[in-house]
T-cell receptor, first 111, second 114 residues
Framework: DAKTTQPPSMDCAEGRAANLPCNHSTISGNEYVYWYRQIHSQGPQYIIHGLKNNETNEMASLIITEDRKSSTLILPHATLRDTAVYYCIVRPSTGANNLFFGTGTRLTVIP | NAGVTQTPKFRVLKTGQSMTLLCAQDMNHEYMYWYRQDPGMGLRLIHYSVGEGTTAKGEVPDGYNVSRLKKQNFLLGLESAAPSQTSVYFC?????????????FGPGTRLTVL
């Protein structure tokens, strides 16, 4: 089931921050928000995940709204190698570890 | 560590032929998965395994069988290939920790069924 909504495509200038939005208005209390990306035809790559607090790692930051109905993935200084399809996924913290991928957002970083 | 590897990288089959895709991981992960990705679409889960000797159906299991005889290997079989199974197949693995599910993906197998 598609539990997230993302814009199909976005552009970002190289060196600027890329802000990728995701709506997950039906998210349950025990569901995490995950972000993966897929560069060209490679296998998807994990970026970050969160439950209700904002998270940051070496790749990106994840901002989750207080009502948890939406989130934003932030790539602070986009490079050409960040051009990829970005997937926002919600899944429960228990049960099967399945990930349901939608169609994602195709981010193009422009020189 | 090689991570997740897939064999073969490319394959062309004729309708009705059979084949097995091999996935291997060297990270001692309990969980393994097979996905397919059709052009312009996200990945869809075919089958998964939560441990050696156990398998379960995913979102699109019809036409495929799987086996997990060893913890490090997960095999995906097509008994009678059909053109609708033309796709890119990705294998993934993860630790058993339910609250943190970073899945590590292989490079994919591009399969064409004529």
């Amino acid at each position: 089931d598609a539990k997230t909504t993302q814009p199909p495509s976005m552009d970002c200038a190289e060196g600027r921050a890329a802000n990728l939005p995701c709506n997950h208005s039906t998210i349950s209390g025990n569901e995490y928000v995950y972000w993966y990306r897929q560069i060209h035809s490679q296998g998807p790559q994990y970026i970050i995940h969160g439950l209700k607090n904002n998270e940051t790692n070496e790749m990106a930051s994840l901002i989750i709204t207080e009502d948890r109905k939406s989130s934003t993935l932030i790539l602070p200084h986009a490079t050409l190698r960040d051009t990829a399809v970005y997937y926002c996924i919600v899944r429960p913290s228990t049960g099967a570890n399945n990930l349901f991928f939608g169609t994602g957002t195709r981010l193009t970083v422009i020189p | 560590n090689a991570g997740v590897t897939q064999t073969p990288k490319f394959r062309v089959l004729k309708t009705g032929q059979s084949m097995t895709l091999l996935c291997a991981q060297d990270m001692n992960h309990e969980y393994m998965y097979w996905y397919r990705q059709d052009p312009g679409m996200g990945l869809r889960l075919i089958h998964y395994s939560v441990g050696e000797g156990t398998t379960a159906k995913g979102e699109v299991p019809d036409g495929y069988n799987v086996s997990r005889l060893k913890k490090q290997n997960f095999l995906l079989g097509l008994e009678s290939a059909a053109p609708s199974q033309t796709s890119v197949y990705f294998c993934a693995s993860s630790l058993r920790l339910a609250a943190y599910n970073e899945q590590f993906f292989g490079p994919g197998t591009r399969l064409t069924v004529l």
